[in-house]
C-alpha cells in the first residue's frame, strides 16, 4: 500500500500546492524566506503507524512536512502568528521557547516551531524556524529519530 498517495488523494492537492498556498499565506509579511517541503517516505510512515498502533495513514500528521526558514526569532512568531490567523491550524510545540533536548546536554535540542495544519480533514506540519535553528536542527535529525523510534530505526 502506498500511504502517501492515499493521504494526497484525501488532502486533494500535492504538497508543492500546499506549499504554494502557505506562501501566499505569509507573502504580505515581506520577510526573506526558504520554504522546503518533503512527503514522508513510506519506511517512515509505517513505523509511526506501528508507534501510534494504527492502520490509518492518517493519524500520521506529519505525511506532509513543511518547513519555513527565516533569518531571526521574530520572523518565525511573525510567520506563525499569520499562518494560525490565515489558515485552518494550530500551534502544537514552541520548541524556542521551551527547546527538545535529545539528552542531558543542553546544547543539543530541537529549537522550531510546530505548526498542525488541517486541509480535508488531513493534518499537515509545517515546521518555521531561523536559519542557525534550522542548521542545529538538521545536525540533530538522525538523532532524534533514533530516540523516537528506538528499535525500529
Do not use: W
Not at 502557505?22 to 509579511?29: G, H, P, Q, T, V
Not at 514552541?94 to 498542525?116: A, E, V
Amino acid at each position: 500500500m502506498d500511504h502517501a498517495k492515499e493521504f494526497q488523494a484525501k488532502i486533494g492537492l500535492s504538497i508543492d500546492v500546499l506549499a504554494s498556498d502557505i506562501a501566499s499565506s505569509i507573502k504580505d509579511l515581506s520577510l526573506e524566506v526558504e520554504i522546503q517541503c518533503r512527503v514522508k517516505q513510506e519506511e517512515t510512515i509505517v513505523k509511526k503507524l506501528i508507534l501510534k498502533k494504527s492502520e490509518s495513514v492518517f493519524d500520521v500528521k506529519d505525511v506532509y512536512g513543511i518547513r519555513i526558514i527565516t533569518k531571526n526569532v521574530d520572523g518565525v512568531y511573525a510567520i506563525v502568528e499569520q499562518i494560525v490567523t490565515k489558515l485552518p491550524s494550530y500551534l502544537k510545540r514552541d520548541l524556542i521557547k521551551n527547546p527538545y533536548y535529545l539528552g542531558t546536554d543542553k546544547n543539543i535540542c530541537l529549537r522550531m516551531c510546530q505548526i498542525i495544519g488541517i486541509r480535508n480533514n488531513c493534518n499537515y506540519e509545517v515546521q518555521v524556524t531561523t536559519q542557525a535553528f534550522h542548521a542545529m536542527n538538521e545536525s540533530q535529525h538522525e538523532q532524534y529519530h533514533r530516540r523516537k523510534y528506538g528499535s525500529l530505526f
